[in-house]
């Protein structure tokens, strides 16, 4: 089930507020491109002042008790605040009401107080509403009002309430809070599901879990806050002209389309806009690199209103490779648009057996079955069905036709994410067996950090150290006892910087050393010596949950037999290779991947020439070399930093890097260990695993 914030907009009219400023209002601010201002809609100054109703400090009954009413708004300000040069100034009001529409008071006003004003401003909204007073010409806004409806209710008239702690048939009052102040700041809404600013706002219990994830702010809704205010400095855009060139001698804009820019490298959903009047579209706000630019007619009250008609044009890729560079601009204009009257009409997305209006949440590493929704699905075949990322896999032989109730055919396909897949959303693409192509912009979020109260994943203690506990001790999990403790050592620095970066590090470098690396050095040893090469992500987890399970030196050598039943090592070494044939071919493996010289153990390990030591016996005195062990400690401890922090397999140019480094230090040096810990924690790829926002940097472990 979910409901779908209000879209209702009043009757423009020109207003008086203070002498001399003829102002328009919005309700919930969604221009529409005929009627956008000249100029983009947003504050004058950087610095916005914002009043937080005393009602805020008395909740009625539309709200839980003991939510945090206050927290969430000063959050939800702080997420903004987080992407852009913009500055929240709360002061607190005793006012308790929106200003009507027809004359506004200067206060920008956070209210959730049930009163005769806010009730009827709300009487045709779900969640919450925001008034903007604007001035027409310049774009600058003036003054912008939020209510939270004090009387929210489902779409069959059952009274809801707000919550901040996820509970089952509530709305998240952060997730409201996040997007209305969007509004506040001039954004309209987004066509990417998995945006704050997207139309639709599941409450709690959407596919069997808390909606929280409509509190973090995506790749999209940074890219439209900066787009209005900054910082603009080393950031490209692509913008360009949509045109309708179907009837013979008439070019004609296309008007009112969304089109949205995504990583093609990544895939993630980075930017969107939808065509004005004049067909014109900007996707400000990029970082350098190459995208793909795809268009789709607005789909968005689609998918909230099942009864609506087709689209009015199919979807289509304006083009599979842009490169943006800082500073400029490039113009990608296309006058070249398929047929109308799409047959392909995707309006539902679900996981857990249901079907909603909101993006799907997945968990990196997990296989989760989809369901889709809508006219001409059951005309897709699995092969046809793609999440546009490379983290992402389809298994098209999972394809089945669902009985779920639905006035459109339902089917479902199971799709795994990637261990070290990023925060983000991506795309759904569908092609049907005509050709045509439809697709569901940000369809699918990645979002591990739903939970944390920072809008840095990271900088939250209690995700940090949950996190530590997840990526370095498997399946394990620490008691609420021992992750207490953890936090607490990181609570005690207060807002000392340094000392939380250096309490940050020992913990992760203490987990590192005592809870991954020896099960780590034992499973590598093993692959290297036997196949010659280190084992993959998952043959490392997966071996890590038996030793784990097993625990002791019997389970030890259970393992080790179990190993030297499978295929890959059984084709190596077939059962009629003689045990010196054996022997020699462990020991050149050795020898090729260290450059370890074993001639003079060569006779104690294999107890004479001719031995016919058998091989498990043999297999487990290499692992217990220490030379060995020596030989191959740099590789096996900067994989182990791969595999446990990045989530990946190791790439050869940074496995070569990281090894180099560590032969100039001396072997199994701790300040060597932290140092490395230290680079990968606060590298980029680890901290966009989980957000937006790079609060660290490998500086930091000078």
């Known amino acids: 089930m979910h409901q779908a914030l209000s879209v209702v907009l009043t009757v423009a009219a020109l207003l008086g507020l203070g002498a001399g400023n003829r102002l328009e209002t919005r309700d919930s601010y969604e221009l529409e491109p005929g009627v956008r201002s000249s100029r983009a809609v947003r504050w004058p100054t950087k610095n916005i002042q914002i009043a937080f109703s005393t009602s805020l400090l008395n909740p009625g009954p539309n709200i839980k008790s003991g939510t945090d009413v206050v927290g969430a708004a000063k959050r939800s300000l702080a997420r903004w605040a987080s992407l852009a040069n913009i500055n929240f100034v709360v002061t607190w009001s005793q006012l308790t009401s929106v200003s009507p529409a027809s004359a506004g008071d200067g206060i920008s006003l956070i209210t959730i107080a049930d009163s005769t004003e ?14 903007i007073f604007y001035d027409r010409e310049t774009g600058e806004i003036a003054e912008a009002d939020v209510s939270i409806n004090p009387r929210p209710k489902s779409l069959e ?9 996820g509970s089952a048939g509530s709305y998240d009052l952060e997730a409201t809070f996040t997007h209305e102040i969007g509004h506040l700041l001039g954004l309209d809404h987004s066509a990417v599901l998995a945006s704050t600013m997207q139309r639709q706002q599941a409450f709690n219990g959407t596919f069997g879990m808390p909606a929280l994830t409509e509190r973090t702010l995506s790749e999209d809704d940074r890219q439209r806050i900066r787009s ?44 969107s806009a939808t065509t004005d009047a004049e067909g014109n579209y900007h996707l400000d706000g990029l970082t350098q690199g190459r995208y793909r630019v795809m268009v789709a007619a607005d789909d968005s009250e689609v998918f909230a209103h099942a009864s609506l008609q087709a689209k009015r044009v199919r979807s289509f890729e304006v083009s599979s490779n842009v490169t943006v560079t800082s500073d400029s601009a490039v113009v990608l204009n296309n006058n070249l648009v398929p047929a109308m009257n799409s047959s392909l009409t995707p309006r539902f997305v679900g996981i857990n057996g249901e079907l909603s209006t909101v993006a799907v949440p997945l968990e990196p590493g997990k296989r989760m079955k989809l369901f889709l929704s809508g006219e001409g699905l059951d005309q897709v075949p699995g092969a046809s069905i793609v999440v546009n990322s490379p983290y992402f896999t389809v298994d098209p032989a999972t394809l089945t036709r669902e009985q779920i109730a639905s006035p459109f055919p339902v089917i479902s396909i199971e799709v795994t994410a990637a261990p070290n897949t990023p925060f983000g959303d991506y795309t759904i693409r569908l092609q049907s067996n005509s050709g045509e192509v439809a697709f569901v912009p940000g369809a699918v979020t990645i979002d591990p950090a739903v939970n944390t109260l920072l809008a840095s994943p990271l900088d939250d203690f209690n995700f940090f150290v949950r996190q530590q506990y997840s990526d370095l001790l498997g399946s394990g999990r620490a008691d609420s006892e021992s992750s207490g403790k953890l936090v607490a050592q990181l609570s005690r620095c207060g807002n000392r910087k340094e000392c939380i970066r250096a309490r940050r590090l020992d913990i992760s470098t203490t987990l590192f050393l005592e809870s991954i690396l020896p099960d780590s050095e034992f499973i590598h040893k093993l692959y290297l010596i036997t196949l010659g090469r280190r084992p993959q992500l998952s043959e490392f987890e997966n071996d890590r949950t038996v030793l784990r399970a097993q625990g002791d030196e019997a389970g030890r050598r ?50 004479s020439d001719n031995s016919e030591t058998d091989r498990l016996t043999l297999l487990a005195k290499l692992l217990a070399d220490q030379s060995i062990a020596d030989a191959f400690y740099n590789q096996i401890f900067v994989s182990t930093q791969y595999l446990a922090y990045l989530r990946r397999d190791p790439d050869d140019s940074g496995f070569s890097f990281w090894v180099t480094d560590l032969k100039n230090k001396p072997l199994r040096d701790s300040t060597a260990a932290r140092s490395m810990v230290c680079a990968f924690l606060n590298s980029v790829e680890y901290q966009e695993r989980f957000g937006l926002l790079t609060t660290h940097t490998p500086g930091e472990c000078n």
């Open 118 to 131: 806010n009730e009827a401003f709300n009487s045709d909204s779900t969640t919450g509403r925001t008034r």
């Open 228 to 271: 209005l205010y900054g910082p603009t400095q080393r950031l490209g855009k692509i913008e360009g002209r949509l045109s309708d060139n179907r009837t013979p001698g008439l070019l004609s804009p296309l008007a009112g389309v969304n089109v949205w820019a995504e990583s093609a490298t990544t895939g993630r959903v980075v930017a």
């Open 157 to 165: 008239g059952a009274e809801l309430q707000f919550s901040s702690d």
């Open 558 to 607: 259970a393992f080790l037999i179990s190993f030297m039943q499978r295929s890959e090592f059984e084709r190596k070494f077939p059962e009629n290779l003689k045990p010196s044939d054996f022997a020699e071919a462990l020991l050149s493996n050795i020898n090729k991947l260290t450059a370890l010289d074993l001639s003079g153990s060569r006779k104690g390990l294999l107890e």
